[in-house]
């Protein structure tokens, strides 16, 4: 579902957009504007994706590693 919205651009970029939209096969100006932003989104995801794994790992550096064995830490395993 397409939801519309008010996008604004500089008047250089428009200008190119309305002579280019038609030599590279667009339907129409919305659907050149429509990919643009759209690859600009997939481009920023990624980053934030980046972002979210280099925090994340910067975190589990400064926690302190929990003992998985430390319940069954003073048994004796050879007398069992």
Same mark, same amino acid.
């Given at each position: 579902?397409?939801?519309?919205? +008010?996008?604004? /651009?500089? +008047?250089?970029?428009?200008?190119? /957009?309305?002579?280019?939209?038609? %030599?590279? !096969?667009?339907?129409?100006?919305?659907?050149?504007? $429509?990919?643009?932003?759209? &690859?600009? /989104? %997939? %481009?920023?995801?990624? /980053?934030?994706?980046?972002?979210? $794994? &280099? &925090?994340?790992?910067?975190?589990?550096?400064?926690?302190?590693?929990?003992?998985?064995?430390?319940?069954?830490?003073?048994?004796?395993?050879? !007398?069992?």
């Amino acid at each position: 579902m397409l939801v519309q919205t +008010k996008v604004q /651009i500089e +008047k250089e970029s428009f200008d190119f /957009i309305k002579k280019a939209y038609k %030599q590279l !096969n667009y339907g129409s100006l919305s659907e050149y504007i $429509r990919d643009a932003v759209q &690859a600009k /989104i %997939q %481009q920023d995801r990624g /980053i934030m994706r980046e972002i979210k $794994r &280099a &925090a994340a790992m910067e975190m589990l550096g400064d926690a302190d590693p929990d003992n998985v064995f430390e319940s069954i830490e003073g048994d004796e395993f050879e !007398n069992r």
